[in-house]
């Protein structure tokens, strides 16, 4: 089957640096796909990466090791509003069968 | 730029009642559609795509039900509404191609009761 790993929740600190790691096992991987979701709203694109290494963009950096089935959200300088719920998606299929499965999120709490 | 909406934004509905929630896209033609429920506390639970007028794929069976009667417009439809039809409803459109980035509208909240 298809399935996606992260962590339910994070604590970190303002100005801290911290990573959210994401694992998955699907078939017809071709992308991982990073939202950031605040409470109440509608979840907002991050990152997406389809090759093995770090795509880095402001203080946030992702990463993909397609041999491991890993990825991991690097954020730097943490602020307040970062509290959020961070999604990890991997991209499946081809053609018009192509569709994201989604992990079910990690809560990130930024604390003063 | 492209933009999607959804209405409405809160929805109260007594159990037994139909649904409708209507979604459309500006400024893209020939989107690819998507409907998802984000349970309290859950993931994004993926209920229908489409890829083109009257293409609609089911992921889940239940009792809903989408159409795409226009390019950019999606409805997601139930004749009878569940208690477990609560949740929060996202539409969202990808580009036709091979990145396949997802942009969600600001969803509608239902609440059955």
């Known amino acids: 089957g298809q399935n996606i790993d992260q962590p339910t929740e994070m604590t970190a600190t303002e100005g801290a640096i911290v990573q959210i790691n994401c694992t998955y096992q699907t078939s017809g991987f071709n992308g991982l796909f990073w939202y950031q979701q605040h409470a109440g709203e509608a979840p907002t694109f991050l990152s997406y990466?389809?090759l093995d290494g770090l795509e880095e963009k402001g203080r946030f950096s992702s990463f993909l090791s397609r041999s491991k089935g890993y990825s991991y959200l690097l954020l730097k300088e943490l602020q307040m509003k970062d509290s959020a719920s961070y999604l990890c998606a991997a991209r499946v299929g081809a053609g018009n069968n192509r569709k994201l499965i989604w992990g079910l999120g990690t809560s990130l709490a930024v604390n003063p | 730029s492209q933009t999607i909406h959804q209405w409405p934004a809160t929805l109260v509905q007594p159990v037994g009642s139909p649904l409708s929630l209507e979604c459309t896209v500006e400024?893209?033609?020939?989107?690819?559609l998507y409907w998802y429920r984000q349970a309290a506390g859950r993931g994004l639970q993926l209920l229908f795509y489409?890829?083109?007028?009257?293409?609609i794929s089911s992921e889940v069976p239940q009792n809903l039900s989408a159409s795409r009667p226009q390019d950019r417009q999606f409805i997601l439809s139930s004749k009878k509404l569940l208690l477990s039809d609560s949740g929060f409803y996202l539409c969202?459109?990808?580009?036709?191609?091979?990145?396949?980035?997802?942009?969600f509208g600001p969803g509608t909240r239902l609440t059955v009761l």
């Open positions: 969202a459109w990808s580009p036709a191609g091979v990145r396949y980035e997802q942009f």
């Open positions: 990466n389809v």
């Open positions: 489409s890829v083109g007028i009257g293409q």
């Open positions: 400024g893209t033609s020939n989107p690819n």
